[in-house]
């Protein structure tokens, strides 16, 4: 595997065990949405694995062509920094994609221990994918993004690890609704 794809993939596999590490941590509120509308903490986790699935999915399916595959346009470069910066800002909100939150907010998601297994596969079918990458298209457009337009397997890497800290950003927001910090007890309270 291409050392920077290596790296990347390290990142991404730390980040993802943090994440699902937060999803077990609320015990049986992990199912429980924090509010009408909103994302229980497996069903974040289910969006994650979805979108990961798809990705990996679409570029092996691309590969199998073996043609050679169009460069990326300096235009979806600055787009790709533009989404990276977005994705990075604490706080923001995105829509998810129409068919993406149609699925996930069916309610009927896997549970997390089946959920880790099925990650640990994809995960696996991932690094078999990164290690066989061809040289010739690391710096070409492998995959397209819905906000960022056709992206080489470098962004690819590193929108999957921007796409999962912003939702280790909405786990922890799931957290605090769901297990608000007790009282703050102060020196005068216990005198």
């Known amino acids: 595997m291409n050392h920077r794809l290596h790296l990347k993939f390290e990142q991404?596999?730390?980040a993802t065990e943090q994440l699902i590490a937060s999803a077990e941590a609320l015990g049986a509120d992990k199912t429980k949405a924090p509010a009408a509308g909103k994302w229980s903490a497996v069903q974040v986790v289910h969006h994650l694995l979805f979108i990961e699935?798809?990705?990996?999915?679409?570029?092996?399916?691309k590969l199998q062509s073996d043609e050679l595959l169009p460069k990326i346009s300096l235009f979806t470069r600055l787009r790709v920094q533009f989404v990276r910066l977005m994705l990075r800002l604490p706080g923001l909100k995105f829509k998810a994609p129409r068919g993406v939150a149609t699925l996930t907010d069916t309610g009927e998601v896997p549970t997390l221990p089946e959920m880790r297994k099925t990650w640990e596969a994809s995960r696996r079918q991932l690094e078999?994918?990164?290690n066989e990458f061809p040289s010739r298209q690391l710096n070409r457009a492998v995959f397209p993004h819905p906000r960022s337009g056709r992206i080489t397997i470098y962004q690819v890497m590193e929108h999957l690890v921007d796409h999962l800290l912003h939702h280790q950003q909405q786990m922890a927001r799931i957290t605090k609704a769901l297990r608000p910090a007790g009282p703050v007890r102060t020196a005068d309270a216990q005198a």
């Open 128 to 130: 078999r994918l990164l």
């Open 53 to 61: 699935g798809n990705i990996i999915q679409y570029v092996q399916k």
């Open 12 to 14: 991404l596999e730390r």
